[in-house]
């Protein structure tokens, strides 16, 4: 008798992962989910509607990369660990992921740019922003010389900015 437990405890242990995970990433939140909307407390709300973003985020990565993750033996221990950081009120994990790392991207795309891929420069490219260029310009040869050259432009050429933008930059 006290083998066949101890059998059952390791099988136990062994696959407490696969046991433990549907618990705390499914059903916990799936009643924590329901009691929220039961609840008047905005707070609990955004808790579970950020767990079930960050928990589509995961489930996603885990598709797109399931043949890479077979490899790695401590995946499904490493996504236990993080699905319990985000989901146990102890640690509010996944409103502490909203607010520092979804919030402001969402509230203010221009803080946090993960898309940004810094443009090659063209030889026969005119840069994006002509204040930028009338900045360099101004640092490499000073005001006045920006204000001759602003002059300059106006008379010879009527006032053209085009022209005016290539002989900055």
């Not at 402001?104 to 063209?122: A, E, G, L, R, S």
């Amino acid at each position: 008798m006290g083998s066949g437990s101890s059998n059952f405890l390791i099988v136990l242990l062994k696959n407490f992962d696969v046991l433990a995970g549907p618990v705390i990433s499914l059903v916990y939140p799936l009643y924590a989910s329901v009691r929220a909307i039961e609840s008047k407390s905005p707070r609990d709300d955004q808790q579970w509607l950020t767990y079930w973003v960050l928990y589509s985020f995961i489930t996603l990565f885990e598709l797109t990369f399931s043949k890479i993750l077979e490899w790695i033996p401590i995946w499904p221990y490493a996504k236990l660990i993080v699905t319990c950081w985000l989901v146990l009120p102890y640690f509010n994990g996944a409103a502490y992921v909203y607010e520092h790392y979804v919030r402001p991207f969402v509230v203010n795309p221009q803080t946090i740019n993960i898309w940004y891929v810094p443009k090659k420069m063209d030889t026969f490219a005119k840069p994006d922003d002509i204040l930028t260029a009338a900045e360099k310009y101004i640092a490499e040869n000073g005001t006045q010389a920006f204000e001759n050259l602003i002059h300059r432009a106006d008379k010879s050429r009527g006032g053209d900015y085009h022209t005016m933008y290539d002989e900055i930059y």
